[in-house]
């Protein structure tokens, strides 16, 4: 499985951007879907999941801002993004654990957020 995600930019404070994960290889092994972020001199967190029945998860940090989706038909996941800050900066992650248990990791893309 390659995951690619794209969408990402420099926005200006409280603008959003809705990034964009697409799979290709073998993409119907994926069971969840998760984006994850790095900031500037920080360990990548948790963002968001979504499980093969349309769960959501989110980390409290981004809960009511962010939202997660996904096109089963076209193998790609979403992440909308609201009311960014320029604490949102940084390079934004897509993951999936795929059958038989294995974790893909896109190569990430930039989000900057101005004020």
């Known amino acids: 499985v390659q995951l690619v995600e794209s969408g990402g930019g420099l926005v200006q404070t409280g603008e959003s951007l809705r990034l964009s994960c697409a799979a290709s290889?073998?993409?119907?092994?994926?069971?969840?879907w998760g984006w994850a972020r790095q900031r500037p001199g920080k360990e990548r967190e948790f963002l968001a999941k979504?499980?093969?029945?349309?769960?959501?998860i989110y980390a409290e940090s981004v809960k009511g801002r962010f939202t997660v989706s996904r096109d089963h038909a076209e193998h790609t996941a979403y992440l909308q993004m609201n009311g960014l800050t320029p604490d949102d900066t940084a390079v934004y992650y897509c993951?999936?654990?795929?059958?038989?248990?294995?974790?893909?990791w896109g190569p990430g893309t930039q989000v900057t957020v101005s004020s």
């Open positions: 993951n999936a654990d795929a059958w038989p248990g294995r974790d893909y």
């Open positions: 290889g073998d993409a119907w092994r994926i069971n969840n």
């Open positions: 979504m499980t093969p029945t349309g769960t959501t």
